[in-house]
């Protein structure tokens, strides 16, 4: 079992799906733990509403109509978001001259996404934002990293995928067969964060079941 013992870890989004899977593993694991997620049920219930709309590829948004608020959002919750998190946590990891950045981006950052291209380019920009970061922030001992996945069976995929048009197109997409579940991003999001990882740093770590093969 990797061990993180005396290490702290941050983890956004711990409340539901990849983020919670996370934290389960981080824990046994033996990480000192801190993670976000939202405590206000109504709260809640509105922010899991927007990321189903913007955050999956649930409905279409073709170019022509899709609205600069929809665009806006996309990038708001996807892009900016991570570097706000990674810009308050550096200055702390460069004074200890130590740390690990593992971003969650997507198959579609790499292969853009047809009909929901505001959301390629999001995962796209964090992809560019990772191996940016890598070069900036290696002299500081800090590694930055990605994991990659595509199809995931969470609460926010799960309304296309158990249908059965979604399950025909797992099926035929993805070469294993099937999604990906929330613990199977988990384990390499550890890795990336364990004493295993000590040499890998700008690099895109891919979870996908073999759907997008890129180096």
């Given at each position: ?9 941050l ?5 539901r799906g990849i983020g919670?899977?996370a934290v ?5 694991a033996g990480?000192d733990?801190v ?6 049920k109504?709260?809640a ?5 927007e ?5 999956t590829?649930v409905?279409?948004a073709p ?6 608020k929809?665009?806006?959002?996309m ?8 570097y706000s998190v990674i ?7 460069i004074?200890?001259?130590s740390?690990?950045?593992i971003?969650?981006?997507s198959t579609?950052?790499?292969?853009g ?5 505001h959301?390629?380019a999001?995962?796209?920009g964090?992809i560019?934002l990772t191996?940016?970061l ?10 930055v990293?990605?994991v990659?996945?595509?199809?995931v069976?969470?609460d926010?995929s799960n309304?296309v ?7 025909k197109?797992?099926a035929s997409v993805i070469?294993?067969?099937?999604a990906a ?8 999001i550890l890795?990336l964060a ?6 890998m740093?700008?690099e895109?770590l891919n979870?996908?079941g073999g759907s997008v093969?890129?180096?």
């Amino acid at each position: 079992m990797i061990s993180l013992a005396g290490k702290a870890a941050l983890i956004t989004g711990g409340s539901r799906g990849i983020g919670a899977a996370a934290v389960k593993l981080f824990a046994q694991a033996g990480a000192d733990l801190v993670f976000s997620y939202n405590s206000a049920k109504e709260a809640a219930k509105q922010v899991e509403q927007e990321a189903a709309r913007h955050g999956t590829r649930v409905e279409d948004a073709p170019i022509e109509k899709m609205t600069e608020k929809q665009w806006d959002d996309m990038l708001r919750i996807n892009l900016k978001s991570v570097y706000s998190v990674i810009h308050f946590a550096v200055p702390h990891m460069i004074k200890q001259k130590s740390g690990r950045i593992i971003a969650i981006s997507s198959t579609a950052g790499q292969r853009g996404e047809s009909l929901h291209t505001h959301y390629g380019a999001s995962k796209g920009g964090v992809i560019s934002l990772t191996k940016g970061l890598s070069t900036e922030l290696a002299r500081y001992g800090i590694l930055v990293n990605s994991v990659a996945p595509g199809w995931v069976a969470t609460d926010m995929s799960n309304p296309v995928l158990n249908t059965k048009a979604g399950r025909k197109m797992a099926a035929s997409v993805i070469p294993l067969g099937r999604a990906a579940t929330a613990e199977e991003i988990a384990g390499p999001i550890l890795f990336l964060a364990s004493d295993l990882a000590n040499f890998m740093t700008g690099e895109i770590l891919n979870v996908n079941g073999g759907s997008v093969l890129c180096g």
